[in-house]
């Protein structure tokens, strides 16, 4: 079973940039597509950005296209969501996780979470 940690949250200011990292136990990591979900207060979880097992396939919500790329390195068993021009809007617990097959933007679709790292925004 693979699992998974987040990293690099933390307070930056409207206009700025921050790189998320997803690291995974485990020798399946390149079997699966990644996915990263955030979750804002008070509201629903929701879909950011995934990318296919290869790397060579990546999809992102409207919101984040042209701010955000996602990657990953399957020999280091890592993925990264790099988050340029930040809005405050985009404030919230960042998750990435894992299912088989393509990706999809049904969080329900995907089995192993991380814990999440914490994006505030400041205006």
């Known amino acids: 079973q693979v699992q998974l940690v987040e990293s690099g949250g933390g307070l930056v200011q409207a206009g700025g940039s921050l790189r998320l990292s997803c690291a995974a136990s485990?020798?399946?990591?390149?079997?699966?597509?990644l996915g990263w979900f955030r979750r804002a207060p008070g509201k629903e979880r929701v879909f950011v950005a995934a990318?296919?097992?290869?790397?060579?396939?990546?999809y992102y919500t409207d919101s984040g296209k042209g701010r955000f790329t996602i990657t990953r390195d399957n020999a280091k068993n890592v993925a990264f969501l790099q988050m340029n021009s930040l809005k405050p809007e985009d404030t919230a617990v960042y998750y990435c996780?894992?299912?088989?097959?393509?990706?999809?933007?049904?969080?329900?679709?995907?089995?192993?979470w991380g814990q999440g790292t914490q994006v505030t925004v400041s205006s």
């Open positions: 996780t894992i299912r088989n097959g393509f990706y999809s933007v049904d969080g329900g679709s995907y089995h192993s």
């Open positions: 485990g020798r399946a990591f390149s079997l699966y597509a």
């Open positions: 990318i296919d097992r290869s790397g060579g396939s990546t």
